[in-house]
């Protein structure tokens, strides 16, 4: 049922029969926009009238209604000798303090207007004294306006047709609840109880028909509904990069290696679909290294965004003009050149041929463990999360530069690759003064230009601490910067080429530190996955040089991952690289600059 708030102007009062004449005046255009034509008005006398529109509390009638232009005239009786509360209703009236009536009506012709609905057709139901409600605009557009035959108002809100369905089903079960609650009573409805049970019954069946036009307006859109012109839908994942692989990880550790619990502890730790998807797939093999695993895009994808985080902390990534080849391949590699001499006319030109050797490209992989305790990989908040990833990327970017870098790294056949500088050209320092380091530079260049290696191609790797010290140079008689390319943080350049830093050049502060020139081009790179393994069980030495060996068994002191709570990851990195002349890298030893 609808109703509509005016404000009412008393006539007269007649004390003894508790009879108000007034005039309820239709307002022009209602708070919602609406506009309900006093005119369009049908109604039979006597018509209920009702106090703040509870239907039990009847507080009189209304026995004569004149409607016109200007609004309706009515003629009300209140019962006020009935009772306290009735009576306490009318002393309200006469005083001023009730001001309002609502007009309870049901809509029978309609139409849309800018901002609203004209209704010019409707049948009144009751009249309810109501004062000025907290919120009138509320009041108002919550019971009374229609929009269109589609939405009604909800203050700013309009509802749509599902919505509408929603919250007609809604009074309806209400309604059900209320002539329920009348028959628990236990004894035959009459007086009130009468009235207000045919009135659910009555609101129940004006419901009923409007849920079917609902529904009907409802199928109608639906068969001429049209795609929205969107071919396709990305969802894009906005946690950090590499955050799933951390979490495929830490549910591998905590389910011992074990795929099929990895998959409960990850929908326990809410790791979201692409990990669980991930552990599906993966009941078989655990690693991204194995055919069937790689095979899968999702844990190719998180692999590769782990490495895509893990390379811009090597050496070897830091050089843009590195080779990338296969693994596990030969290349030819030419030991002596062809020949070529000038050839007068009618002799003959002279007959060379080159000699070739093979460059093998081996397959080798690299691991390293990285100890977490339990509790830090049942956390899942991001702190935690990234802490693991920054442990295991710098566990294994340390493993791999300082086997990529250090001369005393002579490699071993079918397990690892030799250093780059590994009998490579090696010169001690000339000494510590700028003097001494330009020295040191000429010799590095001259042994490359002999070579036939192309310097455009080449880059310096040093330690932050040379870096530092060829940076803080000053000259003393001009008191410039030897050297103001060299940054200590970011390399910068150092006598016009690239300097890469970092922390895993071999030598020490005392004993000085390696630099290393090497010609980018001259180096192969192969790179293979990434896989992860996990143990609670295993007892380690503790030191990230084991002396420990399963063949020849030595004393050391082993710590329980168990008894300590604690979980190991290991992971296996495919990745190797090779020289292809010895002239490639130059390597300066011991050096100190100050």
């Not at 209704?119 to 907290?134: G, M, Q």
């Not at 002539?179 to 009573?185: G, H, R």
């Not at 036009?213 to 906005?238: C, F, H, M, W, Y």
């Not at 296996?572 to 011991?590: D, L």
Request: hydrophobic share 45%; proline share 5%.
């Amino acid at each position: 049922m609808h109703k509509a708030f005016s404000q009412f102007t008393i006539k007269s009062f007649d004390e003894s029969a508790g009879i108000i004449k007034g005039i309820a005046t239709t307002p022009t255009t209602d708070k919602v926009g609406d506009i309900v034509e006093p005119l369009g008005v049908q109604f039979s006398m006597p018509l209920p009238l009702h106090h703040e529109h509870d239907r039990k509390d009847v507080v009189g009638e209304v026995i004569e209604a004149t409607a016109t232009a200007g609004g309706i005239d009515f003629t009300a009786r209140v019962a006020k000798d009935v009772s306290d509360q009735i009576a306490e209703v009318w002393r309200r009236v006469k005083g001023g303090l009730i001001k309002y009536v609502s007009v309870g009506f049901r809509p029978i012709a309609y139409e849309p207007i800018a901002g609203g609905i004209r209704y010019t057709k409707w049948t009144w139901d009751e009249l309810s004294l109501t004062t000025n409600p907290a919120n009138p605009q509320a009041a108002i557009t919550a019971t009374k306006a229609v929009k269109t035959p589609l939405f009604i108002h909800m203050g700013t809100k309009q509802m749509s047709i599902a919505e509408q369905i929603q919250h007609f089903e809604q009074k309806k079960s209400a309604a059900l609840v209320g002539m329920d609650s009348l028959i628990a009573k236990g004894v035959t409805l009459a007086g009130e109880d009468e009235a207000a049970y045919q009135a659910h019954e009555s609101e129940i069946a004006e419901i009923d028909k409007h849920l079917a036009r609902l529904k009907s307006a409802e199928a109608r859109q639906a068969t001429k509904a049209t795609p929205v012109g969107i071919s396709s839908v990305q969802v894009i994942d906005n946690a950090p990069k590499g955050t799933d692989f951390v979490r495929y990880t830490k549910a591998l550790a905590l389910s011992r290696g074990n795929p099929m619990m990895a998959l409960e502890v990850a929908k326990g730790l809410n790791y979201g679909p692409r990990v669980e998807t991930v552990l599906k797939a993966a009941v078989a093999a655990g690693t991204t290294t194995s055919a069937d695993f790689t095979a899968l895009i999702d844990p190719a994808m998180m692999a590769n965004e782990f490495i895509d985080l893990l390379r811009p902390n090597l050496i070897v990534s830091k050089m843009p003009q590195v080779r990338n080849v296969p693994m596990n391949i030969k290349m030819p590699k030419t030991t002596t050149g062809t020949t070529s001499g000038w050839v007068g006319e009618g002799k003959p030109a002279p007959v060379t041929n080159a000699a070739f050797s093979d460059l093998t490209i081996g397959e080798h992989k690299l691991g390293a463990i990285a100890v977490f305790t339990e509790e830090l990989l049942r956390r899942s908040e991001p702190a935690a999360e990234a802490l693991v990833r920054d442990d295991l990327i710098a566990t294994i970017a340390t493993a791999v530069d300082v086997a990529f870098i250090d001369q005393a790294n002579a490699g071993v056949a079918g397990v690892k690759p030799a250093s780059i500088a590994n009998a490579a050209t090696t010169a001690a320092t000339a000494g510590t003064t700028a003097a001494h380091v330009r020295t040191d530079v000429k010799a590095a260049y001259l042994n490359a230009a002999n070579a036939n290696q192309p310097l455009s191609s080449a880059v310096w790797v040093m330690h932050p601490a040379t870096a530092l010290a060829l940076s803080m140079m000053v000259n003393s008689t001009t008191s410039l910067r030897e050297f103001p390319g060299v940054d200590f943080v970011t390399g910068g350049t150092f006598e016009g080429l690239p300097v890469i830093v970092s922390t895993n050049v071999p030598g020490s502060g005392v004993a000085g530190y390696d630099v290393i020139l090497a010609v980018q081009n001259e180096i192969l790179l192969a790179e293979g996955g990434l896989s992860i393994d996990a143990s609670r069980e295993a007892s380690l030495e503790m030191s990230d040089a084991p002396t420990n060996d399963s063949k020849t068994p030595t004393a050391t002191t082993l710590v329980s991952l168990w008894q300590s709570g604690s979980v190991a990851i290991k992971a296996i990195r495919g990745i190797t690289w090779v020289r292809r002349r010895p002239t490639a890298v130059y390597r300066i030893s011991a050096c100190k600059y100050a």
